[in-house]
């Protein structure tokens, strides 16, 4: 039953994305453009590496630092923007004439907050359970490889379960990290094999890129461009839906 809700819930995220392409394209093309222009400029700038004490430290040139920063903080505001405009479309159908969604700085600042905060709790919960990875992984090294993959599932699961909250956000909505974290209880299953569906299929629509002998060539970067986006809305549509599902309790089928 979790295996096939889980599909659902994949399956679901990635039609909504694909059958509303003109909206997902006028709510998130420019802004999109800005966080990629960050993107492109590291490419083509990466760090230089310094000898210091025999370990090659990665070190930025003085010229690249401030456009660096810069272009960061750009990509941090128009992600969160993509984020907030798709899920209050998805959710309330709330859309643009134009190529710019609506600029909600509540929302925005929230959904920013809680990133953070679901980001530091699932660090430290993959830093607990690395403990005893790591252990298994120093006696039997062939499972090095198994025990890798287990903390990027663990890591998933924790930011789905939490995940809700940023959708959430989007929508004014307090929902609280305990509700959030009730909201799926009992879905454990279900949540564990969609975490597996989405690190199995970004591996694979990466792999390209990353079997390329030259990956900063122009058709690289703009494979991982365009993977990028349909990524980034295909998963802002899976933390959509599992809002949609198990707090608004909007079916999926």
Do not use: C
């Amino acid at each position: 039953m979790g295996a096939i809700k889980g599909w659902q819930i994949f399956r679901h995220s990635f039609n909504l994305v694909i059958t509303n392409l003109d909206q997902a394209l006028r709510l998130s093309l420019v802004l999109y453009l800005v966080q990629s222009t960050y993107t492109v400029y590291s490419f083509y700038n990466p760090p230089q590496t310094m000898d210091v004490e025999g370990t090659q430290v990665p070190m930025m040139s003085p010229e690249t630092i401030l456009p660096t920063i810069v272009l960061g903080l750009l990509a941090v505001i128009a992600s969160l923007w993509i984020a907030v405009a798709w899920h209050r479309y998805a959710l309330t159908g709330e859309t643009t004439s134009g190529w710019l969604p609506q600029f909600h700085g509540s929302a925005v600042m929230g959904y920013l907050g809680r990133s953070i905060l679901i980001g530091v709790l699932v660090v430290l919960g993959v830093m607990v359970l690395s403990i005893p990875v790591g252990i298994i992984s120093i006696g039997l090294p062939s499972l090095a490889g198994i025990m890798s993959l287990i903390l990027i599932g663990v890591a998933a699961y924790l930011f789905f379960r939490l995940g809700i909250m940023l959708p959430a956000a989007a929508m004014d909505d307090k929902l609280t990290l305990g509700s959030a974290w009730d909201a799926t209880k009992g879905q454990s299953s279900t949540i564990l094999i969609l975490s597996l569906i989405v690190v199995g299929a970004s591996v694979v629509v990466q792999l390209p890129s990353w079997l390329n002998d030259d990956p900063t060539s122009v058709i690289n970067v703009v494979y991982s461009l365009v993977v990028n986006w349909f990524a980034t809305m295909i998963g802002i549509s899976v933390l959509t839906t599992l809002y949609g599902h198990f707090v608004e309790n909007r079916p999926i089928d």
